[in-house]
């Protein structure tokens, strides 16, 4: 099993700042890629930004200049930094983890997701 969990959730004013976290565990081998993705009330989930093992990043548009993904590759973690949010951000935000387990079977792995509420 590959567990994920996500922290740094909350309550923040329009234009302010938050810090999302992701740690894993299990038996992983290794992990190819991490990222966010969101979903809001009436929306289906959608990719917010990710990182691969080699510093590949993908943002959505809505995420570019204000959203910045970091791993890191040593302890299977990713952070997300959140800068000038905006109330379209309220979300439950989630982490995702793709690889291979120690059996080398592959994964492709979410946390439960956490709460970002923007107020304007």
């Known amino acids: 099993q590959v567990q994920l969990v996500e922290s740094g959730g909350g309550l923040v004013q329009a234009g302010g700042s938050l810090r999302l976290s992701c740690t894993t565990s299990?038996?992983?081998?290794?992990?190819?890629?991490m990222g966010w993705y969101r979903r809001s009330p009436g929306k289906q989930r959608e990719l917010v930004a990710t990182?691969?093992?080699?510093?590949?990043?993908t943002y959505d548009d809505s995420a570019k200049g204000r959203f910045t993904i970091s791993r890191d590759n040593a302890k299977n973690t990713v952070s997300l930094q959140m800068n000038g949010l905006k109330p379209e951000d309220t979300a439950v935000y989630y982490c995702?983890?793709?690889?291979?387990?120690?059996?080398?079977?592959?994964?492709?792995?979410w946390g439960q997701g956490t709460q970002v509420t923007v107020s304007s």
């Open positions: 299990g038996s992983i081998l290794k992990i190819n890629s």
């Open positions: 995702n983890a793709k690889g291979l387990r120690l059996s080398l079977s592959p994964f492709d792995s």
């Open positions: 990182l691969t093992a080699g510093g590949r990043t």
